[in-house]
């Protein structure tokens, strides 16, 4: 290391402030803040790209401090500081000897626990953002995997948390729109540079802290750092996983999770066909199309599906159940496709897709046809002063069209009584879903890529460990 000190000190043994309770009133005291040491290395290999290890010589100590421990949201409207919050550093695998990380370990190793009794510290990998890819498809120059050892010790984490080992990894669309680093289009806030990008996923508790999860319990994290393993506060995960609900474990992500919500939010909720209509659905044989298109067919309607090959056309109709499909690639002229498809016209068009193919069907609507949009894939790629418009949105107009863009996240009110339904749709088998699985997290990169080469086909996971 060499410096001012620092020569002997491999880790040191760092301490530092957090919040345990808040304090709505009063002086906080030991009680809502206390102290607690976190060995931190101080190997300059032990940090990623474009970091500095801070040495603190002078700290503030100010009034609004206290504003941000009482858990309200008022007042100066600070962000409130965060019960427990854990400080990662963000450390790589190399030039970590010292013998304060050796202590740590060796304790750590008496501990034991699930299936992990011989590991008190794992290479923990995981996906960060290294620069943003406005457009395109992002590349390893976007997004990199490095290794980050992570304590698997029972006492390495505050109370109240858990540790989690990753399983399945859901690998979706807007996940692409956090890339960009522009504010825009779906409204996603923007994954930040160095920091490790997130996903839905479900993993096995392998520590706990907090009394309402156990060893062994399967957790549902919206948020999961796109890694094998993770410590999070327990209150962050939103449900635990029945194994024994005869639901099989990669529909939590797909049918039972967000794609299969949004398919029925766009359907039941907003598009509400009634036995006979005419609906159209895009990107048919992804993630959401197959179960839109399933969902439609149980209310007794004519679905037609396009998709991006002829594999696909035939796996939606004997598959799904899809009336009639069409490869968009071939039948290029889409107003002639929907002409030859919707002799009727559109009742309820499910858009996946944006761009061309929304044009097209605005000129095949019929009166008062609801148009969920649910995403816009074909122009995720690029910036939005290069995206196309839609020129016949008078249509919408003159046929009295509801048009209404949607965020599954607005409906979580109706969560329930999606999962009643689709559950037990699953169960009695009137509704299927096909997966595209990679293996290991190191597949991270390529599966993202294959949502925007139509490579895939069905909902993309990945098995952590295959
Ligand atoms: N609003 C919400 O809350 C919400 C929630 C989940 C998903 N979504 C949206 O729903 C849509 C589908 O998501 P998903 O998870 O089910 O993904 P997916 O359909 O499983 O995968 C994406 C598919 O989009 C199609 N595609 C890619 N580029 C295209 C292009 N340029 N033109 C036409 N089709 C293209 C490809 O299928 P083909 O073979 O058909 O080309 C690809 O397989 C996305 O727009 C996503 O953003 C919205």
Redesign the pocket.
């Known amino acids: 290391m060499g410096g001012a000190g620092n020569e002997e000190k491999a880790v040191v043994e760092n301490r530092e402030w957090y919040l345990a309770a808040y304090a709505p009133e009063g002086v906080p005291t030991s009680d809502h803040l206390k102290l607690r040491t976190v060995p931190l290395s101080l190997a300059v290999d032990s940090i990623p790209d474009r970091h500095v290890i801070v040495q603190n010589l002078l700290i503030s100590v100010d009034p609004y401090q206290r504003t941000r421990l009482t858990g309200l949201e008022e007042g100066l409207y600070f962000p409130q500081f965060k019960l427990n919050e854990l400080h990662h550093p963000p450390i790589k695998a190399k030039g970590i000897h010292s013998s304060l990380l050796l202590q740590h370990i060796q304790k750590a190793e008496k501990m034991g626990g699930a299936g992990n009794e011989e590991k008190a510290v794992v290479e923990n990998r995981e996906w960060y953002l290294a620069a943003y890819a406005p457009e395109g498809v992002p590349t390893s120059d976007h997004l990199k995997i490095r290794t980050v050892p992570l304590s698997l010790a029972v006492d390495s984490i505050p109370d109240r948390h858990v540790i989690v080992q990753n399983l399945l990894i859901s690998v979706?669309?807007?996940q692409r729109?956090r890339l960009t680093g522009l504010e825009e289009g779906?409204y996603f806030p923007q994954f930040k540079l160095n920091e490790a990008i997130t996903a839905f996923s479900v993993g096995r508790v392998i520590r706990s802290t907090d009394s309402n999860y156990k060893e062994g319990d399967l957790v549902l994290n919206p948020f999961s750092p796109v890694a094998e393993y993770y410590v999070v506060p327990a209150e962050l995960l939103i449900r635990k996983v029945d194994p024994s609900s005869g639901v099989p474990l990669p529909d939590f992500l797909s049918s039972l999770g967000?794609?299969g919500?949004?398919a029925w939010?766009g359907i039941e909720v907003l598009g509400d066909p009634k036995p006979g209509s005419n609906v159209f659905i895009?990107?048919?044989?992804?993630?959401?199309?197959m179960y839109a298109g399933q969902l439609a067919k149980l209310k007794g309607c004519r679905v037609i599906g396009?998709?991006?090959?002829d594999e696909?056309v035939k796996l939606i109709k004997e598959e799904f159940g899809y009336d009639d499909a069409f490869n968009?690639?071939k039948e290029t002229d889409l107003d002639a496709a929907l002409s030859k498809y919707f002799p009727d016209g559109i009742d309820v068009y499910l858009d996946?897709?944006?761009?061309k193919?929304l044009e097209a069907v605005l000129n095949h609507v019929n009166v008062h046809a609801r148009i969920p949009?649910?995403?816009?894939?074909?122009q995720?790629?690029k910036i939005w002063t290069e995206r196309e418009g839609v020129r016949n949105l008078l249509n919408i107009v003159g046929k009295e069209v509801r048009l209404e863009?949607?965020?599954?996240?607005s409906y979580l009110d109706r969560f329930g009584d999606f999962t009643k339904q689709m559950q037990s749709q699953i169960i009695e088998g009137k509704i299927s879903s096909k997966f595209k699985i990679y293996h290991g997290i190191e597949s991270f990169l390529e599966s993202l890529g294959?949502?925007?080469?139509?490579?895939?086909?069905?909902?993309?996971i990945i098995e952590v460990n295959p």
Not at 306 to 309: E, N, Y
Not at 373 to 378: K, Q, T
């Open positions: 979706d669309p807007y729109t779906l967000v794609p919500f949004a939010v895009s990107a048919a044989a992804g993630a959401v199309g396009s998709t991006g090959s696909k968009y690639n996946n897709v944006g761009g193919m949009v649910c995403g816009m894939i074909s995720y790629k863009g949607f965020m599954v996240g294959s949502l925007f080469t139509s490579s895939n086909v069905g909902k993309v």
